[in-house]
């Protein structure tokens, strides 16, 4: 591989070698361009299920409420709760293309994919995945538990609580433990790998501290109360994907000059 030409940490590209084809300077600073736009809407559109679901469910304090609290919210706020729930899934959805653009754009002047790379597109997938049946327990089985909570006696709303608390519980596990912190910062680790030789070097550690606050929360299955590393974990990465856009759109401007 081409070692980067300039001071280390920088992005400065190699020129390329004489008589090699590909894309011309305006169309790889679209493509940055592109990487960068999405990385950014990833690293925004975290906020709008943050405002609505914060209001509606008190999310995301209130995910370890139980079924006596949480139940009588979502009836209350079930529109909410679904527009909450969807830019939350659309959201969890976007992490596959993210990392894959973040990755492509940074594999360096070849263009080519290493391992490593590739490994964090599948690990991105496999993590939107586990987040998207972590989402929907939210916009299919709670509003039901929700309906039935209403009208049904104390007998009832005890076997309501236990569904209740069982899906809340196996869905937490595949969505927030599995998709956001086991599968998610592992495709942030692999992007740091793929990336740190044509990624300033403050990025690389950057996203290395992010690794470990995405995994923070896994204390979980090991018995502790995580409380809310899952809360710190995220933002971490929202944070990390916004200093990556910044990056692309820097890269974009050299090759605009």
Do not use: K
Request: one cysteine or more; proline letters at 6%; glycine letters at 10%.
């Amino acid at each position: 591989m081409n070692a980067v030409a300039g001071s280390p940490g920088t992005l400065a590209s190699p020129a390329p070698a004489t008589g090699a084809t590909g894309p011309g300077p305006g169309r790889s600073r679209r493509r940055i361009m592109g990487a960068a736009a999405l990385l950014a809407v990833e690293g925004l559109l975290i906020f709008v299920p943050a405002v609505v679901l914060g209001q509606a469910v008190n999310w995301p304090q209130g995910l370890g409420e139980p079924a006596a609290v949480t139940l009588p919210l979502v009836a209350e706020n079930e529109t909410a709760l679904r527009l909450g729930y969807l830019v939350y899934l659309a959201y969890s959805l976007l992490f596959l293309p993210v990392i894959a653009a973040l990755v492509t754009v940074l594999a360096g002047p070849e263009g080519r994919l290493r391992p490593v790379a590739r490994i964090a597109v599948i690990l991105a997938a496999v993590s939107a995945l586990a987040r998207g049946i972590g989402i929907l327990r939210w916009l299919t089985v709670m509003p039901t538990l929700a309906e039935s909570w209403a009208g049904a006696d104390p007998a009832l709303r005890r076997v309501l609580s236990v569904q209740f608390q069982a899906v809340n519980d196996f869905g937490g596990g595949i969505g927030e433990l599995l998709g956001v912190s086991a599968l998610g910062a592992a495709a942030v680790a692999c992007a740091v790998i793929a990336t740190r030789e044509f990624a300033p070097t403050w990025l690389a550690w950057f996203g290395a501290a992010v690794v470990v606050a995405s995994a923070l929360p896994l204390a979980e299955l090991a018995g502790l109360d995580a409380g809310a590393l899952t809360s710190v974990g995220v933002t971490a990465v929202q944070l990390w994907l916004l200093a990556a856009a910044a990056v692309l759109v820097a890269r974009a401007r050299r090759h605009h000059r």
